[in-house]
C-alpha cells in the first residue's frame, strides 16, 4: 500500500473550483445573491412532476431518454429550430463545459469579456485550455477587433452581460460572428428578461451557438436543465462528449412542461422586469449609481452622504444588508465590479426590506 494518495492530474492540482454564491440555511433570508427566480415554476410543471412521481413512478426503474429527445421536441417548437440542432443539459454548465471539452483544449484558448461569467475560467483550466480575456468597458462597449485577434477557438459572450447588465443587440453579435474565425457562444442565461437574443445567428451563422438555461426564467435552478441551439454539425460534435444519462426523468418532464407554458413565463418575466425598473429608480433616487439592466438582477454601486465608491464601501453596504438577512453578490476581484454589489430582482415585499434597508444604510 502507498504511504499517500496518489497525485491528481497536474492541472487539476493547479485550479480551483467554481465559487457559488451562498446558499443559507435557516429560514427568513432575503435571498438576492444567485439570481433564482423570486416566483414558482408553473403549475404545469409541478402537476406534470405529481403524475411523474405517482401513476407513472414505475418509470423510474427505467434509464431516463439518453438525448433528452422530449424536451429537443419542445426546445425545437420554442425557436423553431430542428430538434437534431438542439443539445440539453444538466443546466447550462452542463453545456458550457461540453462546449469547452469539444472545441477547447491544449493549444486551443477559450476566450470570454472580463468580467463576464467565472465558469468559463474554471472549465477551461480542468481541461488545459489556455484562457483569453477581452476587456469589457465601463460604459458596456467592447472591440470586436480584440476578439477576432484574441486567437480564441471558443469565445464566450455572455448576453446579456453578467455581473454588470449590459445587452448587446443581435446586429453588433452579428458583426462579431463575421469577423472571429471560432466558435461564438452566446451564453444567453438572462435573454428572457432583455427581449433581445440572438437565436437568429445561430441559423445564419456556421460558428454561432446560443445557450439558453431554465434555471432563471423558468424557475427551475433546483432541477438542473439548460440546452444549446447549435449550428448544422455542431450537435453530433456535442452529444460525443456528453455523459449518456445527463438529464434524469423528472428533469426532462419538469422541462418540458415549463417550456409548454409560454403564459406563464411571460406572467412571472414581466413582473420582474417591472419591479427591476422600480428598484433602479429607487436606488437612483438614493444616490447609487445603477447600470443598465437588462437580466433578472441590477448591478449598483452604493454611495451615501459619507463614503466614496470603493471596494470598502461596497463591503460595507454589503455588510449592512446581511446584518439584516439581506444577502447580495460582491464581485471584488475585478476594478468595474469591486465597487458595487449586484442584487437579484426578488418579489415586490422582498425589494421593499431591501430598499428599506439600502435608504437605511445610505443615510447612515
Ligand atoms: C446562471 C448562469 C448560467 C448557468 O445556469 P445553469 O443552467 O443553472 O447551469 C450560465 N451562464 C450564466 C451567465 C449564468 O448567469
Known sequence: MPASSPLPNPLI???SAYAPGEQPQGEGW?????????????????????????????NFRLYPSPDSAPVREAVSHLHGLPASQVVVGNGSDDIL?????????????????????????VLAAAQGAPLVKV?????????????AQSGATVFFLTNPNAPLGFVFAAS??????????GLLVVDEAYADFAGVDC???VKSHPNVVVTRTLSKAYALAGLRVGY??????????????????????LAQVAAVAALQDKTWLKVTVGKVCATRSLVGQRLQSLGWKVNPAAGNFIFAEPRS???????????DAFEFLRARKILVRRFPHHPLTATGLRISVGTEAEMQAFLAAAEAWSQG
Open 199 to 201: 437565436v437568429a445567428l
Open 30 to 58: 432575503v435571498k438576492l445573491n444567485t439570481n433564482e427566480n423570486p416566483y414558482p415554476p408553473s403549475a404545469q410543471v409541478v402537476q406534470a412532476l405529481q403524475e411523474a412521481v405517482g401513476v407513472k413512478s414505475a
Open 172 to 181: 453588433q453579435v452579428a458583426l462579431l460572428a463575421e469577423r472571429f474565425a
Open 228 to 249: 444549446a441551439l447549435c449550428p448544422v454539425g455542431v450537435a453530433e460534435i456535442l452529444h460525443r462528449v456528453r455523459d449518456s444519462y445527463n438529464l434524469d426523468r
Open 13 to 15: 492540482a493547479a485550479m
Open 97 to 121: 463545459n461540453l462546449l469547452i471539452r469539444a472545441y477547447a483544449g491544449p493549444g486551443r484558448a477559450v476566450g470570454m469579456l472580463d468580467p463576464s461569467y467565472s465558469l468559463y475560467t
Open 135 to 147: 476587456p469589457l468597458q465601463a460604459d458596456g462597449s467592447w472591440s470586436a477587433e480584440a476578439i
Open 305 to 315: 452622504r459619507t463614503r466614496e465608491p470603493s471596494l470598502a464601501t461596497a463591503a
